[in-house]
């Protein structure tokens, strides 16, 4: 059955440069933890294929949370050994990035201006990935365009 249903044409294999994971502005624990989750999948698939993946930046945007602030400030130096670590884009450069995957929210306003304007201006060249468990609600929301 697998057999007939098989594509016969052959897909070009994606490469990715790097990553930036990122969350919404005056981020929480499930926002927080849901783009170190996914960080660190992606880190697997970076072993899987060490040509395509150059780096994961984790974009962790400031928190208000004082607990949330506290966690950051012990868990940084064991991140930083892993990913590059930032909770701006203002000093990145993000000429390199090709994929940017959002964690807990949907609504352009709420991310990096830096790196939505990123987004916008390169948007035939990098791709979008939303994990979010809220609902569409406004016209400004993200959609994954992967393809």
Request: glycine share 4%; hydrophobic share 35%; aromatic share 8%.
């Amino acid at each position: 059955f697998f057999q007939k249903h098989k594509k016969e044409e052959k897909q070009e294999r994606m490469t990715l440069s790097n990553i930036v994971v990122t969350c919404h502005q005056n981020s929480d624990f499930d926002a927080i933890g849901s783009s170190i989750a996914i960080g660190y999948h992606l880190l697997l698939l970076r072993e899987c294929y060490p040509d395509d993946i150059k780096g994961i930046i984790l974009l962790l945007p400031n928190t208000k949370c004082e607990e949330l602030e506290e966690f950051m400030k012990e868990s940084n130096g064991i991140l930083g050994k892993f990913f590059t670590v930032c909770n701006s884009a203002k000093n990145l450069d993000l000429s390199d990035v090709s994929l940017v995957v959002i964690t807990d929210v949907r609504n352009q306003e709420r991310v990096d201006i830096t790196l939505y304007k990123h987004i916008v201006n390169n948007k035939d060249s990098v791709r979008v990935v939303v994990f979010d468990h809220h609902p569409y609600n406004q016209e400004n929301d993200f959609h994954s365009n992967m393809t």
